[in-house]
């Protein structure tokens, strides 16, 4: 019976333990991205931007919407300025084909500032672009 006891004890406590090491990296910036909500957007000076800080449902790093009122970052990709305020259906197969390059020549890292950019500078991405891109963040968020 005493052995019992011990045991019981010792796994209760070894749970308890576990379950308040689990609690304590759930808040590390390095944790579960889980808590916040979307509108809920912290000041970008605030991280590095070397990794997410948790506290959103999305991370700002991929997240294609947040950080807007940014300045407009540029990767190499200034020729598609031209296309400013065209509609999405609106591009021939070359225009389609010089977006999905400059997609597909990005880093990982780079992808959603991207997508922020273009946006940014009121740059409509043809539908086909916009899909690829849709599922190149997913897969990314998938990874982590």
């Known amino acids: 019976m005493t052995l019992a006891a011990i045991l019981l004890a010792l796994l209760t406590g070894g749970g308890l333990l576990l379950y308040l090491l689990d609690r304590l990296h759930y808040w590390k910036p390095d944790g579960p991205d889980t808590a ?37 970052l540029y990767y190499d990709d200034e020729e598609l300025d031209a ?31 991207w997508a922020r950019s273009v946006t940014t500078r009121g740059i409509t991405l043809p539908g086909e672009v916009r899909e690829e891109l849709l599922m190149i963040v997913a897969e990314a968020r998938d990874k982590r």
Do not use: N
Request: hydrophobic fraction near 30%; aromatic fraction near 4%; proline fraction near 4%.
């Open 36 to 72: 916040g909500s979307q509108e809920d957007l912290s000041d970008p000076a605030d991280t590095d931007g070397s990794e997410c800080c948790g506290m959103h449902i999305t991370c700002e790093k991929d997240s294609l919407v947040a950080g807007m009122d940014r300045d407009i």
């Open 83 to 113: 296309f400013k305020g065209r509609p999405a259906g609106g591009y021939t197969a070359d225009e389609i084909e010089m977006f999905r390059e400059v997609l597909l020549t990005l880093r990982p890292d780079e992808i959603a500032g």
